[in-house]
């Protein structure tokens, strides 16, 4: 499986699978939209959580990215 989104690319973290798995369950990927504030890039077997603008111009760490 490989999801690959655009974006910035300076607030880059990668995880494992099965962190992934965990992470997509907690936030709930099917309703993506609501979360456009990351994105997500799955590339061989690893998730990249990217930090993007959300509606708020506001930014995010990748702590608090990671935060479930």
Same mark, same amino acid.
């Given at each position: 499986l490989?999801?690959?989104?655009?974006?910035?690319? !300076?607030n880059?973290?990668?995880? =494992?699978?099965?962190?992934?798995?965990d992470?997509?369950?907690?936030?709930?990927?099917?309703?993506?939209?609501i979360?456009?504030?990351?994105?997500? &890039?799955?590339?061989?077997?690893?998730?990249?959580i990217?930090?993007?603008?959300?509606? !708020?111009?506001?930014?995010y =760490?990748?702590s &608090?990215?990671?935060?479930v």
């Amino acid at each position: 499986l490989i999801l690959k989104l655009y974006g910035p690319h !300076k607030n880059r973290k990668v995880i =494992s699978a099965t962190d992934a798995i965990d992470l997509m369950v907690a936030q709930n990927l099917t309703t993506f939209t609501i979360f456009f504030n990351r994105f997500y &890039e799955f590339i061989y077997g690893t998730l990249q959580i990217h930090t993007i603008v959300d509606w !708020k111009h506001q930014t995010y =760490s990748d702590s &608090e990215i990671m935060t479930v």
